[in-house]
C-alpha cells in the first residue's frame, strides 16, 4: 500500500515534492503509534479486570 501512494505522488507531484513529503513518514508512524497506545491504555483503564486478575482477599 505504501510503495503504491508513494508512486502515485511521484506521478502527481513531481520527484523532489515527493521526497522530502516522504521524510515526514516516520514522525506520522511514530504519532499515530503513540495516539493508539494512550487509546488502548485509557480503554483498559476502563475495563473491568478478568476474573483471573481479581486479587482474592482472605
Same mark, same amino acid.
Given at each position: ?6 508512486? !502515485?505522488? /511521484?506521478?502527481?507531484?513531481? &520527484? @523532489?515534492? +515527493?521526497?522530502? %513529503?516522504?521524510?515526514?513518514? $516516520? ?5 499515530? !503509534?503513540? /495516539?493508539?497506545?494512550?487509546? &488502548? @491504555?485509557? +480503554?483498559?483503564? %476502563?475495563?473491568?479486570?478478568? $476474573? ?7
Amino acid at each position: 500500500m505504501g510503495i503504491v501512494t508513494f508512486f !502515485a505522488g /511521484l506521478s502527481r507531484l513531481g &520527484a @523532489s515534492t +515527493t521526497a522530502t %513529503l516522504s521524510t515526514l513518514e $516516520p514522525v506520522v508512524t511514530v504519532g499515530s !503509534a503513540a /495516539l493508539l497506545l494512550v487509546r &488502548a @491504555s485509557r +480503554t483498559r483503564e %476502563l475495563a473491568p479486570a478478568p $476474573p483471573a486478575a481479581v486479587s482474592r482477599q482472605r
